[in-house]
């Protein structure tokens, strides 16, 4: 269950967050203006030549249509649906809802197009065999509820998944190229698991929970297991805001799961359903997606009376993806040479360095360790000894990151810099993860390469 002081101190810090903005970063990789293909940097920041001839410049661009609904100007277009965060132009804690990620499997859907969106009509059923009283609320009646507010990172599973093709050698990883820039941090409104099963009775033989929506596609939803609803009750919830706002479409509105500390999926969006059951759930996000496949995993197998959705018991191929690790970036960004796709907006070109102005300076990033807290975040130069940086507040612990910084007397030169994080229980970021064919969960220690003259 959660602390009451961290919740307490959780709340008032959000009003001081959104008040005192940051006040900026000097001499840092601030990206002013982008044209096509061509990066324009800020005074002083400019961005090394590739090491292979320059392509052929683009062609003019046509006008910008996006399916999502939100304004996507300040994200990375890294496909149809999904947006990453610039991760290399961050300043704040709380991060706003228009640098926020977006990752959708389908077209984001509105309430022209499915009525049930409408919150005039939004119903939420929540029934199985695992409670003893079967409910259905509306709007109207969530926000009537009991609510919490909890400030919380969300993480998509493939964040850094780039790691895989850049620095780890891993070619055969799939999926969408994120860099680093699929995590954002905002202060979530809901209704916690704990009243929800305090109103419908949570049976002991219970052994599973599936959010649904089923609204952007047929597919879409993710089970739980129940251990978590038990033991994080007050923390897990239906959302209805993310920093103040009643929920942005793209981000699921009206309703949408709460699941601090998983992957993002595990947050289902447009939340119509809560089955709560006796057997375990089997989705497309847990047999195809959102799982670990490799040498390295076990698939799990599924047992007499579990439930398919959109799946089938042939289809499991391994372990589903559940706590995000802990996990370190500079504000920098990746060099990308061996990804079989470069974002369309990307500030450098396949195999640029970013480059930084000679003399001293300070390296700012963010860390976290969302299972048990960040306790310390350290940095190298150029493969030489692991020095401690400074974490700034806030380091609220549990669910939450910080910002670091270090100072750096920058040389010319090519220099490779490297940051880990650790966390409370003393798990340290690996130098290497093991293969998984999607690209999940990597938490491997970054490099990141500048060029300063």
């Not at 001839?53 to 999502?68: T, V």
């Not at 309703?255 to 500390?261: E, L, S």
């Not at 102005?357 to 350290?378: D, N």
Request: glycine share 10%; charged share 20%.
């Amino acid at each position: 269950m959660s602390n009451p002081k961290h919740q307490a101190q959780s709340d008032a810090l959000a009003q001081d967050i959104l008040r005192g903005a940051d006040t900026g970063r000097r001499g840092m990789f601030h990206v002013a203006a982008w044209g096509a293909a061509t990066a324009m940097a800020a005074p002083g920041v400019a961005m090394a030549q590739a090491p292979a001839p320059a392509p052929a410049a683009a062609p003019a661009a046509a006008p910008r249509r996006s399916i999502l609904t939100k304004d996507d100007s300040r994200l990375l277009n890294i496909g149809a649906t999904v947006r990453s965060g610039r991760y290399w132009e961050f300043t704040t804690w709380q991060t706003p809802v228009e640098q926020f990620y977006v990752r959708n499997h389908y077209p984001t859907p509105n309430p022209e197009a499915r009525p049930v969106l409408d919150r005039r009509n939004w119903r939420l059923r929540i029934h199985g065999n695992g409670i003893e009283r079967e409910l259905e609320i509306g709007y109207e009646d969530l926000l009537r509820m009991p609510a919490r507010s909890l400030l919380a990172t969300m993480e998509c599973h493939g964040n850094a998944r780039t790691i895989f093709w850049e620095q780890l050698g891993m070619r055969d990883v799939t999926g969408g190229n994120w860099v680093m820039g699929a995590i954002g941090l905002a202060e979530w409104r809901y209704v916690p698991m704990s009243h929800i099963l305090g109103l419908v009775g949570l049976k002991p033989t219970a052994k599973a929970c599936l959010f649904w929506s089923g609204v952007d596609g047929a597919d879409m939803g993710r089970p739980l297991p129940i251990r978590e609803l038990i033991e994080r009750g007050d923390d897990i919830g239906i959302c209805y805001q993310m920093n103040g706002n009643d929920l942005h479409l793209d981000h699921g509105a009206p309703v949408r799961a709460f699941v601090p500390g998983y992957g993002g999926a595990a947050s289902t969006k447009w939340l119509t359903e809560i089955k709560i059951a006796e057997h375990n759930f089997w989705t497309r996000l847990n047999v195809t997606g959102e799982v670990f496949i490799g040498p390295s995993f076990t698939a799990p197998r599924p047992e007499p009376g579990d439930e398919f959705r959109g799946a089938t018991a042939e289809q499991i191929r391994g372990p589903m993806v559940e706590w995000m690790p802990v996990k370190s970036t500079l504000t920098v960004p990746l060099v990308i040479e061996h990804s079989q796709s470069l974002p369309s907006n990307y500030p450098l070109q396949r195999g640029q360095l970013p480059m930084l102005s000679a003399g001293p300076q300070t390296m700012r990033g963010y860390a976290w360790g969302p299972q048990f807290g960040l306790a310390k975040v350290e940095y190298r130069i150029d493969g030489g000894a692991w020095q401690e940086a400074r974490i700034l507040a806030p380091n609220l612990g549990r669910y939450t990151w910080a910002r670091f910084e270090f100072p750096w007397n920058a040389t010319p030169g090519d220099h490779v810099i490297e940051t880990r994080a650790t966390d409370t229980r003393g798990t340290t970021q690996p130098a290497e993860v093991p293969f998984n064919l999607l690209g999940m969960a990597n938490n491997a220690i970054p490099r990141f390469r500048i060029r300063v003259a």
